[in-house]
């Protein structure tokens, strides 16, 4: 098999391509040959040395791939050699062979393409778990999205929207016109406009519902500030940690440190709840994640929501492939193709 390495922390050069033995799958296994595989802004951070989840270098990352099943492991069920699957990995994801635990893998509806299946898993379940689960959505209420034109944002404001909530987004503003056509009702170039003051006009000095922050930072404590009462925020991401190709220790501390801890009596007497959220710490609590994967790939199957792409790369170009992201071109799901 082929896999791109991140050989050592840094710009995107670091990536090398190797070759390896095929893995072969043990009991409750399948091996999957990839067609796709899915990018997360967690690999730009696992690149920079800056996800304390990743092992250390020589590092595979990625966290979902989707292919076809070409062997299996002794006792499973419900899978066959040939069978279209998107699975989720923890690492490893970045190669042109994966196995996985059969619970990880999950037949997708035939209308997707192998790159819109890999961009299904990380996107929809983090999104589903912070506005359907904690947040616990309700038709009317009004979402902000933070990083409206990332993966989890499109998906956020698909789910959002589904649930007929009104969404205001925030993202730079050469993406508005494409996050319109995607049902964001009112969008805000974060990078000029003061984000808590665009907020209360929108919302009439009211403030918001739900809130994704994965920016952080001071934006955390800016985001509180805009809850209205009884309003929820999910805090799921440390974005501004990461500033440049490089890793910038002092822009990482200076993020982490800002990133605002909450005072109990406020949240009592302002009636708002902050959750935290890291989807790759629920890979095995496969009784919550599967039944809500299910619900989004009958939802994907019913053509209410739809994975978008917003570039592919060969699995070799993937150092091209981070730029691309973190130049902050990409309004959608950025995904590898072998
Ligand atoms: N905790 C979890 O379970 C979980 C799961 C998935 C994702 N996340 C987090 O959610 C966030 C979005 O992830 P994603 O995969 O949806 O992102 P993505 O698709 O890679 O989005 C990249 C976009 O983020 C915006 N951005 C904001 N700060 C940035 C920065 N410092 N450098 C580069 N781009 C920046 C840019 O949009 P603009 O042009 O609008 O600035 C850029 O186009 C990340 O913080 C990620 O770690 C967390």
Same mark, same amino acid.
């Given at each position: ?43 730009? /951070? ?30 499973? &069920? ?52 912070? /506005? ?9 209420? +009004?979402?902000?999205?933070? %990083? ?27 993406? *508005? ?8 009702? *009112?969008?805000?170039?974060? +990078? ?37 009462? /009884?309003?929820?925020?999910?805090? !799921? ?13 002092? &822009? ?16 009592? %007497?302002? %009636?708002?709840?902050? !959750? ?13 994640? +599967? ?30 492939? *981070? ?13 590898? &193709?072998?």
């Amino acid at each position: 098999m082929r896999q791109a390495v991140i050989s050592r922390y840094g710009s995107p050069d670091v990536f090398q391509m190797r070759e390896a033995a095929d893995p072969t799958p043990a009991a409750g296994e399948v091996r999957i040959r990839v067609r796709a595989a899915g990018i997360n802004f967690a690999d730009v /951070l696992s690149r920079l040395g800056l996800y304390p989840d990743a092992p250390k270098p020589p590092l595979v990352v990625g966290y979902e791939v989707a292919g076809r099943i070409d062997a299996i492991g002794a006792d499973v &069920t419900g899978f066959a050699e040939g069978d279209r699957v998107v699975a989720l990995t923890r690492f490893g994801g970045y190669s042109d062979v994966v196995v996985v635990a059969s619970g990880q893998a999950f037949h997708f509806p035939p209308e997707l393409s192998d790159a819109e299946a890999a961009a299904i898993p990380v996107t929809y379940l983090t999104a589903a778990l912070a /506005l359907y689960r904690m947040a616990a959505l309700t038709p009317g209420e +009004t979402v902000l999205i933070h %990083n409206a034109g990332g993966g989890v944002g499109i998906a956020a404001t698909q789910l959002a929207r589904l649930r007929r909530a009104t969404v205001i987004g925030t993202a730079s503003a050469r993406k *508005h016109d494409a996050l319109r056509s995607f049902g964001i009702e *009112h969008l805000i170039d974060y +990078t000029n406009a003061n984000v808590p003051e665009e907020v209360r006009k929108i919302t009439r000095g009211r403030g918001v519902d739900v809130i994704l922050d994965p920016i952080g930072g001071p934006s955390f404590g800016a985001s509180y500030s805009m809850l209205a009462p /009884l309003g929820r925020m999910v805090m !799921f991401g440390l974005s501004a940690a990461a500033t440049g190709e490089r890793r910038n220790w002092w &822009t990482a501390f200076s993020a982490w440190r800002r990133s605002s801890s909450f005072d109990p009596l406020s949240l009592i %007497n302002r %009636n708002r709840g902050v !959750f935290g959220l890291n989807v790759g710490h629920l890979w095995e609590e496969r009784g919550q994640l +599967t039944p809500l994967m299910e619900m989004l790939l009958g939802e994907l199957g019913a053509c209410r929501l739809r994975p978008v792409v917003a570039k592919t790369f060969p699995l070799e170009q993937v150092a091209d492939a *981070h730029r691309y992201i973190q130049s902050r071109q990409n309004i959608g799901k950025v995904v590898l &193709t072998t």
